[in-house]
């Protein structure tokens, strides 16, 4: 017997976005299509584990930083 109920809406990822240390409110879309993203480009990589958790952290390098300070 199939089950007829409608897809959950809870997202496959939970993802903590972070902006100058603060926490930016995320829609359950966003998890999914940011985890997904995330997760897909890293279980690629040489040496790659199945984990539950990941942590990824972007900062701008300062040479970056300065150049858009200059424009």
Known sequence: MS???PP???PRFEVELRLNGEILPLRG???D???GA???MIEG???FQDCDSLEVKVT???SQGQAN???
């Open 3 to 5: 089950d007829d109920s």
């Open 8 to 10: 959950s809406k809870e």
């Open 29 to 31: 879309f966003i998890h």
């Open 33 to 35: 299509i940011l985890g």
């Open 38 to 40: 995330v997760y897909g």
């Open 45 to 47: 990589l040489k040496g």
């Open 60 to 62: 701008k390098s300062k």
């Open 69 to 71: 300070a200059d424009s």
